[in-house]
């Protein structure tokens, strides 16, 4: 059974900071580019950020600069640091697997809510 658990959401004020964590069960972790989805209300869901199993990372121009991937594929987890929150940050932050090999699959989580607020 594949399992993606996020957590670290919460409330936080504006230029503050937080770090997500997504654990990751019952797939072969390094077969999976890791990414890291949000969706504000109203709003489609967007990339924010994703990391292949050899370290390659992407950003949304939005998060660039403030935001970082990484991934311990010892510990089969991936995380995103953000900096510099802004409230336009606010949304439900989505985990995501995304297999690169044949057959493709993808799986995620059930989000973590991050808001940012004074």
């Known amino acids: 059974q594949v399992q993606l658990v996020e957590s670290g959401g919460g409330l936080e004020q504006p230029g503050g900071s937080l770090r997500l964590s997504c654990a990751t069960s019952?797939?072969?972790?390094?077969?999976?580019?890791m990414g890291w989805y949000r969706q504000a209300p109203g709003k489609q869901r967007e990339l924010v950020a994703d990391?292949?199993?050899?370290?390659?990372?992407n950003y949304a121009d939005s998060v660039k600069g403030r935001s970082t991937i990484s991934r311990d594929n010892a510990k089969n987890t991936v995380y995103l640091q953000m900096n510099s929150l802004k409230s336009e940050d606010t949304a439900v932050y989505y985990c995501?697997?995304?297999?690169?090999?044949?057959?493709?699959?993808?799986?995620w989580g059930q989000g973590t809510q991050v808001t940012v607020s004074s």
């Open positions: 995501n697997a995304r297999r690169i090999l044949w057959p493709p699959l993808n799986y």
């Open positions: 990391i292949t199993s050899g370290g390659s990372t």
């Open positions: 019952g797939i072969i972790f390094n077969q999976y580019v």
